[in-house]
T-cell receptor, first 112, second 118 residues
Framework: SQQGEEDPQALSIQEGENATMNCSYK?????LQWYRQNSGRGLVHLIL?????REKHSGRLRVTLDTSKKSSSLLITASRAADTASYFC????????????FGTGTRLTIIP | DGGITQSPKYLFRKEGQNVTLSCEQN?????MYWYRQDPGQGLRLIYY???????QKGDIAEGYSVSREKKESFPLTVTSAQKNPTAFYLC?????????????????FGDGTRLSIL
C-alpha cells in the first residue's frame, strides 16, 4: 500500500530556481524521510524529520512537516543540473516496526 | 568503504526458473529489506529481516523467498510462482537494533538488480 503521495508527479524548472515537492500521508507517523533516486540507481537518503519537528535544513534542502495536515514539503534552493532525479517521501509508522512506506515520487528535471 | 552490494546488475529469467539476487552489506546493520520498483512507481516491500535467522513478509511476498543466515547477507529468490517478475529490485539496510522500539534511522540502498524475462 502506498502511504505517501507526492505532488507534483513531474516538475521541470530552470537551473538556479527553487523546486518544491509535496508529500501527503494517511496515518500517524514516527518520522518522515526524503530520498533521491538517480535514473537506474538506488535511493539515497536526504533528510529525516521526526514527528515532533516542524522544519529541518540540510545544505540547500529544507523540509517541513505538518502533522495536523499529514503533509510534508521538500524545498531545494538554487537548483543545479545534478539535482535532476526522482524524489520520494517515505513514512515510518509510530507503532515501531520500522517499516517504511514509500510514495510514488516526483520526477524533477533541471533545465540548464 | 562501507555500503551495500547487489549482484548481478542485470538478470534474465527463463520460464519456470528460479533466480537468486544477492545482497551483501558491510555496514554492520541489523535490519535488511527487499523492495520491488516498477517503472514510474514507488517502492513496494517484499520481505524484511530485523535480525539474523528471522524475517517477515512485506506487502508483496507471494512468489518470493528469502533467507538470513548471516548478518551481512540477505539473498532474494524469485520463484517460478512469481508470474510477473520483470522489475527493478532494491536491497536496503538500516542500523536499527532489534530491541529498539523506535528506530528513526535512514535506510541505505544498493544500486539494484534489473530482472527481465527471456
Amino acid at each position: 500500500s502506498q502511504q505517501g503521495e507526492e505532488d507534483p508527479q513531474a516538475l521541470s524548472i530552470q537551473e538556479g530556481e527553487n523546486a518544491t515537492m509535496n508529500c501527503s500521508y494517511k496515518t500517524s507517523i514516527n518520522n518522515l524521510q526524503w530520498y533521491r533516486q538517480n535514473s537506474g540507481r538506488g535511493l539515497v537518503h536526504l533528510i529525516l524529520i521526526r514527528s515532533n519537528e516542524r522544519e529541518k535544513h540540510s545544505g540547500r534542502l529544507r523540509v517541513t512537516l505538518d502533522t495536523s495536515k499529514k503533509s510534508s514539503s521538500l524545498l531545494i534552493t538554487a537548483s543545479r543540473a545534478a539535482d535532476t532525479a526522482s524524489y520520494f517521501c517515505a513514512t515510518e509508522p509510530n507503532f515501531g516496526n520500522e517499516k517504511l512506506t514509500f510514495g510514488t515520487g516526483t520526477r524533477l528535471t533541471i533545465i540548464p | 568503504d562501507g555500503g551495500i552490494t547487489q549482484s548481478p546488475k542485470y538478470l534474465f529469467r527463463k520460464e519456470g526458473q528460479n533466480v537468486t539476487l544477492s545482497c551483501e552489506q558491510n555496514l554492520n546493520h541489523d535490519a535488511m529489506y527487499w523492495y520491488r520498483q516498477d517503472p514510474g512507481q514507488g517502492l513496494r516491500l517484499i520481505y524484511y529481516s530485523q535480525i539474523v535467522n528471522d524475517f517477515q513478509k512485506g506487502d508483496i511476498a507471494e512468489g518470493y523467498s528469502v533467507s538470513r543466515e548471516k548478518k551481512e547477507s540477505f539473498p532474494l529468490t524469485v520463484t517460478s510462482a512469481q508470474k510477473n517478475p520483470t522489475a527493478f529490485y532494491l536491497c536496503a539496510s538500516s542500523g536499527s537494533s532489534y530491541s529498539s522500539f523506535y528506530s528513526n534511522q535512514p535506510q541505505h540502498f544498493g544500486d539494484g538488480t534489473r530482472l527481465s524475462i527471456l
